[in-house]
């Protein structure tokens, strides 16, 4: 086997083989078992690495295998799989150092990394699918992995959670599988190729097409949380914040956005996707659902709800970008993928401190809060002002693209709106968070656990939000300079548009 | 090549003698018999891949006097599942019974079942069939008999029985009307004779009824959950996984080789239209179920209702490419269900052993306390509802795909509707699993060796058939099915 054969299944492998192996720890294996996954997640951090360089360089890998007749099971790396599978992978090393931290004392861990490795074997596996076949099979997988994990306190809280987003992600599921299916029945094997296949393909019905678009997006929609399928997401926040960290940013939401993308841009072609009047529905709900989103955070108290709110509002910046047709627009969509996924991260990592350390779980419970946790709090307010679109963090770039992408399309008059307004929601949602946290004076913590450790929390908690926190920054201060997200972006819209 | 067609139909035979004759040797003898039986099989499928098609007249007898035995990719595929099977039950059964008594009784029987299902699949005869069928039914409400509630196991067995032997007979009327008409009972010839007539049309129905008894059918099911889930672990296994299968393979055969100028479109609706009410009543019956054994056995139903599905949607499709590909994804959902269910069995006896019962609102805290066992079930589950990478997912993926392509969108329907509902049956059983029990439960040693055979079956049927499926199309390419492939 060659390299470029190779190269795939070692990036799966270095999640899925840790995975497995940790399941049959013991509980009390803890050094081992952290062995394991920081040396499984350090291995595919390199094998990333590697990957980026060959796409970079225009190498072609690719794994195949078929399955049955006609059904091949095909993994294959092009500059989008590619930024999803670095945040996936980047995020998930952070994640696994702060899940060690989190979870340091409370049972079930063995079954807990076990998941969360098959979790992210899934995304890795979903964002290099070289066909919809196979990745309706990794979307599946994502949700049985997941399951187990936002079901893993055992509370009649978390089951019923649990319940609700295995109801609603098989749904979208099935939903997925079968307008996959029909496409295929229509279409032929439907290898993503960049520039879509479609609309290379004559004599094919336009109104079966128009269904099949509406049953996949609607399949994708209910992991990317599109209104009116996003009730899932505020519900499953009873999990444990490194599950809501690999909910919101890393793995799951990303993978419905990311499913969009693929759909518009490589399986559709956004050029014959606007011919088919398809992309103006999905833009006016992806902008509905920014707004609403946005609308529903403010009135929520708890703090990991109001964040999920939010996802549920930003998510839909990628979705919006996608519908917007011309190459500024995609970047913006395309990036905000990788800005969302590390502002949100940040957002989620700092919450679960507060909760952890001195049992704050909710907005009102934060007064001054900054002054005891200096490092989280500064972490997440770099996080929060980026979310706004405030330059020069993350979120800035994307939100420009987008505004500009609007522009470009003759689309400004209706979308620049809803991104001014969107920003205005967002900042009335985390202001007031901020404000609380930094000029009033603190209250007593409902329960302070951690008095022992000499920073503001156990260090393992402490640094992902700052690191977090400092890639978010350093992505919106460098742009502009190689190996960027932003540029990976223009890489890829300049590789989508056939004019 | 002879020699594995004559082992493979005589070997389970000569074990049940042994069990019968030293039965305290059983324990030791059992597993090495099981073994011999998947080395047969396998090279049986080796040995298919070579020469489509396998025949021995038993005696030197030829013709339509003797005994003959055949085998093709459809029989071979289905024994190679046959002997998996009864290996994994073999093993578990080993450790299941505690009571010598029942031991005793168990693996002759046993045996014998296992010798009927072989020689079934390896018979090309329509009355050596009868024959099989019989012990097959006989064997299998023996086994029925040895469920640890006493009451209801006979209640249910004398049941089975009865609707067994119904069922039989309808099937020799059938026979004997085959006979008077064509005066031979050989399928290979009979294939080549049956023509479209009165006479026909009544031997198909007979046949057909008795034998859709037996493969529990909807409406025609009822026998089936009540033997299924009080016969022991073991046997559940066995019944689910393999009995009602093989009496499905010889309604292939009939419909698809020997009748295939009786069936009409309106028949294959009739029974389509009868597998989806199985797959939907099925399906939720399982849901509804509070017994996680009684929830597998309306499961089996469902599942079996699936297969009937394909029928309507084989004869619709256009050629022959299409046709070999959904036949394929039939035999897939076939083995894909025998090995999940064997498995699902097999780890809800464990559950039940464990904690002395198999109430679903009461199985909290098991997540913790045989966290194997549950990755088990969890995995058949998977398998069942038909979730990546199992091979149920391919062959859901497919009879989705040729319901779209021959226009009978209906199907698709109750595909999906099916599919979320066994989700939700399986999510009923995790959730419970994973509620935590009040107080803590002790995490005493459970032997691994125990929880083995169903965790291997599962992962089988989630990951071997789901990745390694490709050899069954390639396997029955050259013989397909009969008359319509």
């Known amino acids: 086997m060659t390299p470029s054969v190779l190269l795939p299944l070692l990036i799966l492998a270095s999640s899925l083989i840790p995975g497995l192996i940790i399941f049959t720890l013991k509980e009390e294996r803890q050094r081992l078992r952290s062995l394991l996954n920081l040396s499984g997640a350090i291995v595919k951090v390199a094998l990333v690495g590697w990957l980026i360089w060959g796409v970079y360089q225009e190498q072609v890998f690719e794994t195949r295998w078929a399955l049955a007749p006609g059904l091949d099971l095909v993994l294959h790396a092009d ?55 196979t990745f309706v099979i990794f979307y599946e997988l994502l949700t049985l992995a997941t399951y187990p994990l936002v079901a893993h306190k055992g509370t009649p809280e978390a089951i019923r959670g649990a319940r609700l987003y295995l109801a609603y992600t098989l749904a979208g599921g099935v939903l997925l599988l079968v307008g996959a299916v029909w496409l295929r029945t229509l279409a032929g094997p439907l290898d993503f190729s960049q520039g879509g296949i479609l609309g290379d393909i004559p004599g094919l019905d336009q109104d079966s097409l128009r269904w099949i678009f509406l049953l996949l997006i609607a399949g994708l929609g209910v992991k990317a949380a599109l209104f009116p399928l996003h009730g899932w997401l505020p519900q499953a926040m009873v999990a444990p914040a490194p599950v809501s960290a690999l909910l919101h940013a890393v793995a799951v939401v990303k993978a419905g956005a990311f ?63 996608t519908a917007i047709l011309g190459p500024l627009a995609t970047i913006g969509g395309v990036v905000h993928l990788v800005h969302q996924g590390i502002m949100k991260i940040t957002l989620f990592f700092a919450a679960g401190n507060y909760a952890e350390t001195l049992g704050v779980h909710r907005v009102s419970e934060m007064n001054g809060i900054g002054r005891r946790m200096p490092a989280t709090t500064l972490a997440f307010s770099v996080a929060a002002l980026g979310m706004i679109g405030l330059p020069p963090v993350a979120g800035f770039i994307s939100k420009w693209y987008l505004g500009l992408g609007a522009l470009e399309a003759g689309q400004g008059a209706w979308i620049i709106p809803v991104l001014l307004a969107s920003s205005v929601l967002n900042a009335a949602y985390f202001m007031p968070i901020l404000y609380r946290a930094w000029f009033l004076p603190p209250n007593a913590w409902p329960c302070e656990n951690d008095t022992r450790y000499a920073g503001e929390t156990l260090p393992s908690l402490q640094w992902p939000p700052v690191v977090t926190a400092s890639l978010a920054l350093l992505v919106g201060l460098f742009a502009a300079s190689p190996y960027s997200p932003l540029e990976w972006a223009q890489l890829i819209a300049s590789r989508e548009y056939r004019q | ?89 073999t093993l578990f059964a080993r450790r299941y019974f505690t009571d010598d008594q029942v031991r005793y009784r168990f693996w002759p029987l046993w045996w014998l079942l296992n010798g009927a299902i072989n020689a079934l699949l390896l018979s090309a005869d329509l009355f050596n069939l009868y024959v099989t069928l019989e012990l097959l039914g006989l064997s299998a409400a023996a086994l029925c008999t040895l469920g640890k509630d006493k009451p209801q196991a006979l209640r249910a067995a004398l049941r089975y029985l009865l609707l067994g032997l119904i069922g039989s007979l309808l099937y020799l009327t059938g026979v004997a009307l085959v006979y008077a008409e064509y005066g031979t009972l050989a399928i290979p010839s009979l294939a080549q004779q049956i023509q479209a007539s009165p006479a026909s049309l009544t031997a198909l129905l007979l046949l057909s009824s008795g034998l859709l008894i037996k493969c529990a059918l909807l409406p025609l099911h009822i026998w089936l959950p009540a033997a299924h889930s009080s016969a022991p672990a073991p046997v559940s296994a066995v019944l689910s996984a393999l009995v009602v299968k093989v009496t499905f393979y010889l309604l292939l055969r009939l419909w698809f080789e020997l009748f295939t100028a009786v069936i009409t479109p309106a028949f294959a609706t009739l029974i389509g239209t009868m597998g989806a009410t199985a797959v939907i ?9 509070t017994r996680l054994k009684l929830m597998a056995a309306y499961s089996t139903v469902s599942q079996m209702g699936y297969l009937f599905l394909f029928v309507p949607i084989l004869l619709a499709l256009p050629d022959h490419d299409s046709r070999a590909l959904a036949f394929g994804a039939l035999v897939l959902f076939a083995l894909n269900h025998g090995i999940a269910k064997a498995a699902l069995f097999l780890a809800i006896g464990i559950i039940q052993q464990r904690l002395g019962h198999d109430q679903v609102d009461r199985i909290n805290g098991v997540a913790r306390q045989l966290p194997v066992t549950l990755f088990a079930v969890a995995l058949a589950g998977s398998a069942l509802v038909g979730l990546p990478p199992s091979g149920a997912f391919l062959a859901k993926w497919t009879l989705i795909s040729a319901s779209l392509v021959t226009a009978q969108w209906w199907w698709l329907l109750v595909a999906v509707i099916g599919t979320l509902l066994a989700a939700a049956y399986l999510v009923r059983v995790l959730g419970a699993a994973f509620a935590p029990a009040e107080p803590p439960p002790p995490t005493g040693k459970q032997l691994l060796s125990g929880e083995l055979p169903a965790l291997l079956l599962a992962a ?26």
């Open chain 1, 259 to 321: 499913g969009i993308v693929r759909v518009v841009y490589d399986v559709y072609g956004v050029e014959f996707a606007a011919e088919l009047e398809v992309l103006t529905p999905l833009g006016v709900i992806a902008a509905f659902t920014i707004l609403y989103g946005s609308v529903k955070a403010m009135s929520q108290d708890q703090l990991k709800k109001r964040l999920a709110y939010s996802t549920v509002s930003q998510v839909s910046y990628i979705a919006l970008g």
């Open chain 1, 79 to 133: 500059a989008l799989s590619v930024l999803f599978v670095s945040l996936s992978t980047l995020l998930w090393l952070v994640t696994t150092i702060y899940a060690i931290g989190y979870l340091q004392h409370s049972p079930d861990r063995s079954r807990f990394f076990g998941f969360f490795s098959l979790c992210v074997t899934a995304t890795v596996g979903l964002a290099m699918a070289g066909n919809l076949f």
């Open chain 2, 460 to 485: 089988m049927a989630t990951l071997g058939l789901g990745l390694g499926a490709a050899p069954i199309w390639s396997l029955l390419a050259p013989t397909g099915l009969g008359n319509i492939l």
């Open chain 2, 1 to 89: 090549m002879s020699d594995l067609l004559i082992a493979l139909a005589t070997l389970p035979l000569w074990a049940s003698l042994g069990c019968l004759l030293w039965p305290r040797l059983a324990d030791l003898l059992s597993p090495l018999v099981a073994l011999a039986l998947v080395g047969c099989s396998l090279l049986l499928l080796d040995a298919i891949a070579a020469t489509p098609v396998i025949l021995h007249h038993l005696g030197g007898w030829g013709g339509d006097l003797g005994i003959s035995l055949r085998a093709d990719a459809l029989s071979a595929l289905l024994l190679a599942l046959g002997t998996v099977v009864t290996l994994a039950a």
């Open chain 2, 281 to 289: 009543w099925g399906s939720w019956r399982a849901l509804m179920s």
